[in-house]
């Protein structure tokens, strides 16, 4: 285990460490539990209203949020402001390694397969499998678009294979719709795992445990979500004559997440489910070729309208990509899957596990009602086997294959980082807010009030979550806020807390394509500024309707129906 020595102590820190911790009271706000979850809710209220009511950006309203928390534990719940100033810090820290470490990087991965020209070489391979529509869409905006979703995150995903498919020949509004569609079943292992990762983190609970329970949920969204693209692309019809590719292409996806959450690795749960998603519909389009769904065109297609199960526009012959050109499009994230996988060997895993950065955070000195030290106050990262420091690795590798010098390569990471320059400040400030309400117990306050709820609260959990995606944009984010609560609800309330935490992430999913910012992003990148409310319109009752059968779902794997399920 490396050494790390703490910077020494000022002296007013050494005074309060010499009064004793702060020990957190859940009734702090006039001796009452309603009194002060009411009053925690205000830090979380004004991140929301901000947002969805006067739609400020997210870095600003994330800002305030973390003030108003910031205020609330100091004056409502007696926190000290060194105290509360130290547990900000160390969200904030939290937040850039790993959370960021990793979403920079692979990001820098996908920015330079995009510099070097691969990229478009991909798109090129996805439009020559399959000249039908809705093949197009599950391939696309389903299968890539989850590979999209493991590597960078984001909005990118929505924005990137939207632009795809209007190339392919979709109409602007279907292409919105259905690019906010596909961006669900991936999200909760999105971006390296980063929103499972973060769960875990604030949660308390092992990464594992709640890896296992997020994979046995959102691989059941996986199996309808491509069914639900070709009936969004073609109606009853596209149903009738495409429902192989969508079933194949689902099942094999949901297995993949399955599988790899919970045996395998979190960080490359996306990748391989994506990837084996897309090669079940190209292998069984090679068994069917006389199949509709599984027509082949050289072609390029322009921006148009794409007739159902046709390919729609015109234009001139596709560049001739070689068969090397195509192998190195793909080459990448075979080299992300290896250089993961190999860090996943026992023997090694053991070796790089241990090299980690492990210390209580400085300063930081706050007990739980009982008295015992409460997890915020200690740091621990794995430093060369998370998945951020790995993506280095394959990023390296990469930028070898890809003829992409030393130079050129760190260029493209400062822009990476330039790019991410608001989000990084939204991520630090979330995941700031959400340690200083944990650490003052404003998080346990709601948590206990919540768990009033009983039985019904494991139907509602995953309406926590889905309300907190819909309003951030981020599962991050949605994570960072309430996984501590639903963990504290659901001990209250005599539930699993495994479940109910992984239902705030499974529930957050489905409303990633309700979000200001990905209808914002949906938009722009089809050029149909200023008609988000139309976009939203479209996709709100494909997320409620999901999201009703998730919970009900959710609340059945808290008893003997569906408990089995269960790891």
């Known amino acids: 285990m490396t050494k790390w020595s703490a910077p020494p102590l000022s002296s007013e820190t050494l005074t309060a460490l010499a009064q004793g911790p702060y020990q957190q009271d859940p009734e702090a706000v ?5 009194a002060s979850a009411l009053v925690s809710v205000l830090p979380l209220a004004t991140v929301f209203v901000l947002l969805g009511v006067f739609r400020l950006r997210a870095q600003w309203a994330a800002l305030s949020g973390l003030a108003v928390a910031l205020v609330v534990a100091v004056a409502g719940f007696a926190m000290p402001v060194g105290q509360a100033l130290l547990a900000a810090s160390h969200g904030a820290f939290f937040g850039l390694f790993p959370i ?6 692979a990001l820098w991965v996908y920015n330079m397969t995009v510099s070097t020209g691969h990229f478009d070489v991909l798109r090129r391979s996805f439009g020559a499998l399959s000249s039908d529509t809705r093949t197009q869409a599950i391939l696309v905006a389903f299968c890539f678009g989850g590979l999209l979703e493991a590597l960078a995150g984001f909005g990118a995903p929505v924005a990137i294979t939207a632009v795809m498919l209007i190339a392919l020949g979709f109409d602007k509004l279907k292409a919105a719709v259905v690019a906010l569609v596909a961006n669900t079943a991936p999200v909760a292992f999105g971006a390296m ?9 604030v949660s308390g609970l092992p990464l594992d445990q709640v890896s296992a329970v997020v994979g046995r949920q959102t691989p059941l969204l996986a199996l309808f979500v491509p069914l639900v693209l070709v009936f969004i692309v073609d109606g009853v019809r596209g149903i009738r004559e495409a429902w192989p590719p969508a079933v194949a292409g689902g099942v094999v996806f949901a297995l993949g997440q399955f599988l790899t959450s919970n ?7 996306d990748i391989v489910a994506s990837l084996a998603g897309a090669l079940a519909i190209v292998g069984l389009a090679r068994l069917r070729p006389d199949a509709v769904w599984a027509a082949r065109r050289t072609t390029r297609v322009t921006a148009g309208t794409a007739g159902p199960g046709g390919t729609g526009g015109t234009g001139d012959p596709e560049p ?21 996988a190999l860090a996943q060997i026992p023997g090694l895993k053991g070796a790089l596990d241990s090299l980690k950065l492990a210390f209580e955070w400085p300063g930081l000195a706050v007990v739980d009602p009982q008295g015992e030290p409460h997890s915020t106050t200690a740091y621990s990262l794995t430093w060369v086997s998370t998945a951020g420091t790995l993506m280095v690795v394959a990023a390296v590798i990469i930028a070898a294959l890809l003829g992409v010098s030393a130079r050129r390569a760190l260029r493209l990471w400062g822009e990476t980082v330039h790019d991410l320059r608001w989000a990084i400040v939204t991520v630090t400030s979330v995941l700031a807010l959400a340690y200083v309400m944990n650490a003052s117990a404003q998080t346990t306050a709601i948590g ?21 995606v819909a309003v951030t944009g981020s599962d991050t984010s949605a994570n960072a806020l309430f996984g501590s609560l639903q963990v504290t609800a659901a001990n209250g309330a005599g539930l699993p807390p495994d479940l109910l935490a992984a239902a705030n992430s499974s529930g957050g999913v489905l409303g990633k394509m309700l979000s200001p910012q990905n209808l914002t992003i949906a938009c722009v990148a089809v050029k149909l500024e200023g008609q988000e409310g139309m976009l939203l319109r479209r996709v709100i009752g494909w997320s409620l309707g999901m999201l009703v059968v998730l919970s009900a779902v959710i609340a059945l794997q808290a008893t003997p129906v569906l408990g089995w399920m269960l790891p």
């Open 30 to 34: 006039g001796g009452s539990l309603v």
């Open 100 to 105: 960021l470490w990793i979403v920079v990087n």
């Open 193 to 201: 795992g980063v929103p499972v990762i973060t769960l875990a983190r």
């Open 263 to 269: 045996f395998v690795s979190v960080e490359l749960t």
């Open 320 to 340: 001739e990509d070689s068969p090397r050109d195509v192998r190195l499009a793909y080459l990448p994230y075979v080299v992300i899957v290896g250089v993961f």
């Open 448 to 468: 206990l009030l919540i768990a009033g709820a009983g039985g019904a609260l494991a139907f509602l959990s995953p309406v926590l979550g889905w309300f907190a």
